[in-house]
């Protein structure tokens, strides 16, 4: 038979598709992050702990000092306590976090307060959905949240969250949780110092990575927040990555798909042709 006339329409929805892609493409580092603890290669500042200008969203907490007597807010701990500075960024189909704190991520519930766990809140309700394990049998992996009994909650009440008496979740409980095997990593590292106004404290860092298609495809491109604590939650610390800042790992397996529908409608025309 003769060849179909060609779909313009395929290809404006192409083109457009193509120049969004690449605009994104554009905005990205050159390339992802090592997650090793090293945070040189997020360009932070030492001083004021501004990141590098990709960073799809942070934030900056007040840099604590001193004791255990020391506010840290909502509770308290001083620099042993203090959750600094949390970053996000999204490079291809990988989120990455990274965390600068006072927080040692040796401590435990028997010589402290254990670290707490990233947690992620799809929809930004606050409720959490998913989280990454920074201790226990899971560190480094990423587990769904399926209920609220899944979760430890900080010490502290009316901190207006729909949890019970407003406490903050903090982490997910051992044996907890669904478990999601695939791409994720987790590194800490320090003591170090030289950070802050404070130049003298102690701190540590986090660093980690969840490949995107481990989550739920119905959260594809919805806004989302990160949160952390330790498991007192006396100082909590949540970053917002910019709304619309992560692809959507659909749209994009859909434009491969329709090049190569177009590849093949043309390579059956060429045929026709020659035929």
């Not at 917002?240 to 177009?262: H, K, M, N, R």
Request: glycine fraction near 14%.
């Amino acid at each position: 038979g003769a060849c179909q006339p060609f779909n313009w329409s395929l290809l404006q929805m192409l083109t457009r598709t193509l120049a969004a892609v690449f605009a994104a493409l554009v905005a990205l580092p050159a390339s992802a992050y090592t997650v090793d603890g090293n945070l040189t290669d997020w360009g932070i500042n030492p001083s004021t702990y501004l990141p590098g200008s990709q960073i799809k969203g942070y934030t900056i907490d007040k840099d604590s000092t001193g004791g255990s007597g020391a506010y840290v807010n909502p509770g308290w701990g001083g620099q042993a306590y203090d959750a600094e500075a949390l970053y996000v960024d999204v490079v291809g189909g990988t989120l990455y976090l990274a965390l600068i704190t006072g927080h040692n991520p040796a401590m435990t519930n028997s010589n402290g307060w254990a670290p707490g766990d990233f947690l992620i809140d799809f929809g930004r309700d606050g409720t959490f959905e998913y989280g990454l394990k920074t201790t226990g049998a899971n560190r480094g992996s990423l587990l769904k949240i399926n209920k609220e009994s899944d979760l430890n909650f900080g010490l502290f009440n009316d901190q207006g969250t729909p949890y019970p008496g407003g406490r903050n979740a903090v982490s997910i409980k051992e044996k907890k949780g669904a478990l999601i095997p695939g791409n994720t990593s987790l590194a800490t590292s320090g003591p170090f110092t030289g950070y802050g106004i404070y130049t003298n404290d102690v701190h540590y860092a986090y660093e980690a990575s969840i490949d995107l298609t481990l989550f739920d495809p119905k959260y594809s491109g919805m806004a989302f927040d990160v949160q952390w604590a330790m498991q007192c939650g006396n100082d909590i610390i949540t970053a917002d990555p910019i709304a619309g800042s992560v692809p959507e790992p659909t749209s994009l397996a859909l434009f491969g798909l329709a090049l190569v529908g177009l590849g093949v409608s043309r390579r059956r025309c060429n045929r026709v042709a020659l035929a």
